[in-house]
Structures are given as structure tokens and as C-alpha cells.
């Protein structure tokens, strides 16, 4: 059982950068994949990156390549994720999320935070 905790959203100007944390509880925290979603009012819940149980690999959703990083401190038990270049279509509630599966490309996930609301400005 994992409880996941956001924080870090608010309100940025286009063109600027914001840092998302997740706070996970248990001590097993380094046996999952976690990942970031995102979703915008009226629209589809979106992946947005995945980071491996040991930080080495990385995956990303197509409309954040290059802009947005997703890492992982397993000793704090915290999951980053760092949004540069906002635009307005960033505008969502974002989600962490831990998942048991195996490979990193898996839309599958056990256990979600409860939100943090990024709002961009243009």
C-alpha cells in the first residue's frame, strides 16, 4: 500500500518554470515505477513521464519532450517533476502515481496522489 502526497502546483506565466514534488509513504517506495499524469478540464486524463525504480531510465509523453524532467530521491521517498517552457495547454491537475509493473512504457498504475493544480498564464 502506497499513499502519494503532491505539492508544488500554482500559478505560473507561459514561457516559465515550476517544480512538482510527490511525498510517497511505506518502506518499499524503491520497488515501484512512478509516474506523472495530468488532466485538463473536459479532457482524457494524459501521461505525462515515468521514471524507473532506480532513477535510470526515463519516459516521457509526446507533447512534454525536452521541456518537462522527471526524477526521483528514494532515500526521501520523493518523485520530481520539473516543467520548464509552460504553455498554456500545461494548464491541468497534475498526478503522481506508483505502479508495480515492470516496464516503464505501462499505462498501468495502483496507486495515485490526489492532485496539485498547475495553471498557466498567457
Known amino acids: 500500500q502506497v499513499q502519494l502526497v503532491e505539492s508544488g502546483g500554482g500559478l505560473v506565466q507561459a514561457g516559465g518554470s515550476l517544480r512538482l514534488s510527490c511525498a510517497a509513504s511505506g518502506r518499499t517506495f524503491s520497488a515501484y515505477i512512478m509516474g506523472w499524469f495530468r488532466q485538463a478540464p473536459g479532457k482524457e486524463r494524459e501521461f505525462v513521464a515515468a521514471?524507473?525504480?532506480?532513477?535510470?531510465?526515463?519516459y516521457y509523453g509526446d507533447s512534454v519532450k525536452g521541456r518537462f524532467s522527471i526524477s526521483r530521491d528514494n532515500a526521501e521517498k520523493m518523485v520530481y517533476l520539473q516543467m520548464n517552457s509552460l504553455k498554456y495547454e500545461d494548464t491541468a491537475v497534475y498526478f503522481c502515481?506508483?505502479?508495480?509493473?515492470?516496464?516503464?512504457?505501462?499505462?498501468?498504475?495502483?496507486?495515485w496522489g490526489q492532485g496539485t493544480q498547475v495553471t498557466v498564464s498567457s
Open positions: 521514471i524507473s525504480r532506480k532513477g535510470g531510465g526515463t
Open positions: 502515481a506508483a505502479t508495480s509493473a515492470v516496464v516503464l512504457t505501462t499505462i498501468h498504475y495502483d496507486y
